[in-house]
């Protein structure tokens, strides 16, 4: 985003578990500009809430039912009370509609436990103009980086909450600092029994011929919303999309794969650490068109 960019649009949103306590409105546009949150919101001390982050193209979002049920589980699996996700999805339309009109738009939907002792969770909804995602999704470099979890890490230790889309994303972020120090642009998780997973803020879909697979919920990974639209598409397409465990050298030797999200929509890889990949613009400017809202 640049200077000249048009401002970010912030949506307050005290009613998303509930009518709020002093009986005001369920959500109100607020100052972007100015500080909102308390120092003692426990996303500030212990980055203990939940997240989605929903695109928007020319105005028009996507998936953003499928996302906010995902926050619902999320929110489920740290025990948090469950959200109103008509207000939130209300809340979101608020948000683009106070937006200057851009091509892309990142809108973040944002909840935590609120302050400390309070019980009342806080949420928020951010608005801004969408990175340039345009050297990704032309093809990247991806490191492999170890997660030190195994697989079956989600069904015998829930409580490393494997799978929710939580604010604790410092392991995410220095995973992709690691990257770059090795020349990569972005990560792909292995898991400690040798299989692959998913990237930090991406979920991984690879193609072996006319089948395409992602990684099983199952390991521990996201429930990608992006590769839900894709599979919905492929079947229409006749092909078909299927979850299966994969290793690095399942990846390295396929017919291409892409890591996929909501804002950068699909970016092929073109390497996985040294093992260069086949890449098809083609196809993956089709996907783009799909997770976009516009196929």
Not at 30 to 40: E, I, Y
Not at 136 to 143: E, F, I, L, P, W
Request: glycine share 8%; charged share 20%.
């Amino acid at each position: 985003m640049t200077s000249t960019s048009p401002a970010p649009v912030l949506v307050l949103v005290p009613g998303a578990t509930g009518a709020p306590v002093d009986g005001g409105a369920l959500f109100h546009l607020a100052d972007a500009t100015v500080p909102q949150l308390s120092v003692t919101d426990l996303v500030a001390t212990r980055g203990d809430g939940v997240f989605e982050t929903i695109g928007a193209f020319d105005g028009a979002p996507v998936n953003v039912g499928p996302h906010l049920a995902r926050l619902a589980r999320s929110a489920a699996q740290i025990e948090l009370p469950v959200p109103d996700v008509q207000v939130i999805a209300e809340a979101v339309d608020a948000a683009i509609a106070a937006h200057a009109p851009v091509a892309e738009l990142s809108v973040r939907v944002m909840l935590t436990r609120g302050i400390e002792g309070d019980g009342v969770p806080t949420c928020w909804i951010h608005a801004r103009v969408s990175d340039d995602w345009s050297p990704y999704r032309s093809g990247m470099k991806v490191a492999v980086l170890d997660r030190g979890l195994p697989t079956t890490a989600a069904e015998t230790s829930p409580w490393l909450l494997q799978g929710a889309k939580t604010l604790s994303y410092a392991v995410n972020m220095a995973a992709v600092r690691e990257a770059k120090r090795r020349g990569a642009a972005d990560v792909l998780f292995r898991a400690s029994d040798g299989y692959v997973l998913e990237g930090p803020t991406s979920t991984l879909l690879v193609r072996r011929g006319d089948e395409f697979l992602t990684t099983p919920v199952s390991a521990g990974v996201l429930a990608g919303t992006s590769v839900a639209s894709l599979f919905t598409w492929l079947e229409k397409e006749g092909l078909q999309g299927r979850e299966e465990l994969m290793t690095v050298e399942d990846v390295a030797g396929s017919d291409g794969a892409w890591l996929l999200s909501s804002t950068r929509l699909a970016a092929p890889i073109t390497h996985l650490d040294d093992a260069e990949l086949p890449v098809d613009h083609e196809l993956t400017a089709r996907f783009e068109k799909v997770l976009a809202g516009q196929a």
